[in-house]
């Protein structure tokens, strides 16, 4: 399998990942030029943190149609399933912000003045159908793919970009919401629309998949093989609100809020191209990892070219570029988030490490592995962002850059130590075995 074949593949759901990248730095630089910036920018990063953990549970959907459904049975069983988890958790977070449900929610979690607290409560308002339809399309993506119709997702996720910014163009000059929840809305106009667009075309991998006759899959193979998954993207997004609640207690509580979103997004559109690859790595690999080598050497190239475009744009002139030009920061706010960026220049590395670690392990079934290393990942945070905050005066920004390296190069490291034993009949295991006979009998 050669790298350009690869590439080629890979394409479509890396344009796909890099456009919901764009979504945050968008929202976020829309928020800098209108009014009241860091109290929008911070009610945003709150309200998105909040979000994060309500779409988590099925945020691996994706991975789960492409590997388990092969046909009629297992398509309806697993339809049904991803359904009533999408919006059993749209429904859980309309309860979320009922009046009474969410003062003692606020009361709890922010400790913050009641602008921001009423702000927040807007913005969640208008991420109610975001779980539900996340799962949606999520579920649908993974059937494209597995039909080989990757192109299709990047045409989706273009609508959903188009509509995102068409929104938000035609709804700010009527200023009938404030920042932070006109974003929440706009995003959600996006996901909607994107959703509608992948069922609409996956249609005819629909039809062809009720052609095929296989296997019952029961309810309870599902949930063993999801769980686990499910359980690894809670625990690693939840590292998002954890951070928010630290810069709310760190020292520079308003302007660590104020960058958060940004350097969330920042990572994410680097976390989100080894994402991507992921998915590529699964549908390539082959039942018996036939493609294990070349799929290797190309992670490597993707590591390294990764983070040296990480380097080029956080260490050399263009970050000021980026902060001030790009995403309209002032001058104290650029200086004051090029620090956390810069002590998270591992980060890219270690990315792709994981993902594609994970890959070979959820091709096997080994799923709990993968949880493993997200609980090391968020340990190794919690543990980094309560010695910074309680033992030193730093900001909270860079707390959580510290933090988040610190979390990647623990869920490497645990992943490394798991043991990784490919298929027996692995067509690598079988050359090493011809030629040690080969050396025996001479």
Same mark, same amino acid.
Request: aromatic share 16%; proline share 5%.
């Given at each position: 399998?050669?790298?350009?074949?690869?590439?080629?593949?890979?394409?479509?759901?890396?344009?796909?990942?890099?456009?919901?990248?764009?979504?945050g730095p968008?929202?976020?630089?829309?928020?800098?030029?209108?009014?009241?910036?860091?109290?929008?920018?911070?009610?945003?990063?709150?309200?998105? #943190?909040?979000?994060?953990?309500?779409?988590?549970?099925?945020?691996?959907?994706? =991975?789960?149609?492409?590997?388990?459904?092969? $046909?009629?049975?297992?398509?309806?069983?697993?339809?049904?399933?991803?359904?009533?988890?999408?919006?059993?958790?749209?429904?859980?977070?309309?309860?979320?912000?009922?009046?009474?449900?969410?003062?003692?929610?606020?009361?709890?979690f922010?400790?913050?003045?009641?602008?921001? +607290?009423?702000?927040?409560?807007?913005?969640?308002?208008?991420?109610?159908?975001?779980?539900?339809?996340?799962?949606?399309?999520?579920?649908?993506?993974?059937?494209?793919?597995?039909?080989?119709?990757?192109?299709?997702?990047?045409? $989706?996720?273009?609508?959903?970009?188009?509509?995102?910014?068409?929104?938000?163009?035609?709804?700010?000059?009527?200023?009938?919401?404030?920042?932070?929840?006109?974003?929440?809305?706009?995003?959600?106009?996006?996901?909607?629309?994107?959703?509608?667009?992948?069922?609409?075309?996956?249609?005819?991998?629909i039809?062809?998949?009720?052609?095929?006759?296989? =296997?019952?899959?029961?309810?309870?193979?599902?949930? =063993?093989?999801?769980?686990?998954?499910?359980?690894?993207?809670?625990?690693?997004?939840?590292? &998002?609100?954890?951070?928010?609640?630290?810069?709310?207690?760190?020292?520079?509580?308003?302007?660590?809020?104020?960058?958060?979103?940004?350097?969330?997004?920042f990572?994410?559109?680097?976390?989100?191209?080894?994402?991507?690859?992921?998915? +590529?790595?699964?549908?390539?690999?082959?039942?018996?990892?036939?493609?294990?080598?070349?799929?290797?050497?190309?992670?490597?190239?993707?590591?390294? $070219?990764?983070?040296?475009i990480?380097?080029?744009?956080?260490h050399?002139?263009i970050?000021f570029?980026?902060? &001030?030009?790009?995403?309209?920061?002032?001058?104290?706010?650029?200086?004051?988030?090029?620090?956390?960026?810069?002590?998270?220049?591992?980060?890219?590395?270690?990315?792709?490490?994981?993902?594609?670690?994970?890959?070979?392990?959820? #091709?096997?079934?080994?799923?709990?592995?993968?949880?493993y290393?997200?609980?090391?990942?968020?340990?190794?945070?919690?543990?980094?962002?309560?010695?910074?905050?309680?033992?030193?005066?730093?900001?909270?920004?860079?707390?959580? $850059?510290?933090?988040?390296?610190?979390?990647?190069?623990?869920? =490497?490291?645990?992943?490394?130590?798991?043991?990784?034993?490919?298929?027996?009949?692995?067509?690598?295991?079988?050359r090493?075995?011809?030629l040690? &006979?080969?050396?025996?009998?001479?």
């Open positions: 399998m050669s790298p350009y074949f690869i590439l080629k593949t890979w394409q479509p759901l890396a344009i796909t990942w890099i456009l919901m990248a764009l979504e968008f929202a976020s630089a829309m928020l800098t030029r209108g009014p009241n910036p860091e109290y929008n920018l911070a009610a945003f990063a709150i309200t998105f #943190s909040v979000a994060l953990v309500f779409e988590a549970p099925i945020l691996m959907m994706m =991975s789960v149609s492409l590997s388990l459904v092969k $046909g009629k049975n297992s398509y309806e069983k697993l339809r049904k399933f991803s359904h009533i988890i999408s919006f059993s958790l749209s429904f859980l977070l309309f309860l979320l912000i009922l009046p009474n449900h969410y003062a003692f929610f606020a009361k709890i922010l400790d913050l003045d009641e602008k921001l +607290i009423y702000l927040i409560h807007l913005s969640l308002i208008t991420f109610i159908p975001w779980p539900g339809f996340i799962g949606y399309r999520r579920f649908h993506q993974g059937l494209l793919i597995g039909d080989n119709k990757n192109k299709l997702l990047s045409f $989706g996720t273009l609508i959903r970009f188009s509509f995102l910014t068409a929104s938000f163009f035609i709804l700010s000059p009527l200023n009938f919401l404030d920042g932070a929840p006109l974003a929440g809305l706009c995003i959600n106009f996006g996901v909607i629309s994107e959703a509608l667009f992948i069922r609409f075309f996956s249609q005819k991998t039809r062809k998949l009720k052609e095929k006759t296989d =296997s019952p899959l029961p309810f309870l193979d599902i949930i =063993s093989f999801y769980y686990p998954l499910a359980l690894t993207t809670i625990v690693g997004l939840s590292t &998002q609100p954890i951070t928010s609640y630290v810069a709310i207690h760190a020292a520079y509580s308003l302007k660590s809020l104020a960058v958060l979103p940004f350097l969330n997004s990572m994410f559109f680097f976390r989100a191209l080894c994402l991507s690859f992921q998915e +590529i790595i699964l549908s390539l690999l082959g039942d018996q990892h036939e493609n294990y080598e070349a799929l290797k050497d190309f992670s490597l190239k993707l590591a390294a $070219g990764l983070s040296l990480f380097f080029i744009i956080v050399t002139p970050n570029f980026m902060l &001030q030009t790009v995403f309209g920061f002032s001058e104290e706010l650029s200086h004051f988030s090029l620090l956390p960026l810069k002590v998270m220049s591992l980060v890219p590395l270690l990315s792709v490490y994981i993902c594609w670690r994970r890959s070979l392990f959820i #091709s096997l079934k080994k799923t709990l592995f993968s949880t290393a997200s609980f090391s990942e968020v340990f190794a945070i919690c543990l980094t962002l309560f010695y910074l905050v309680k033992f030193s005066s730093i900001s909270g920004a860079l707390c959580i $850059g510290i933090a988040l390296t610190m979390g990647r190069a623990s869920s =490497s490291l645990c992943l490394f130590l798991l043991d990784y034993r490919p298929p027996v009949n692995n067509i690598f295991i079988k090493k075995n011809l040690f &006979q080969r050396v025996k009998s001479s």
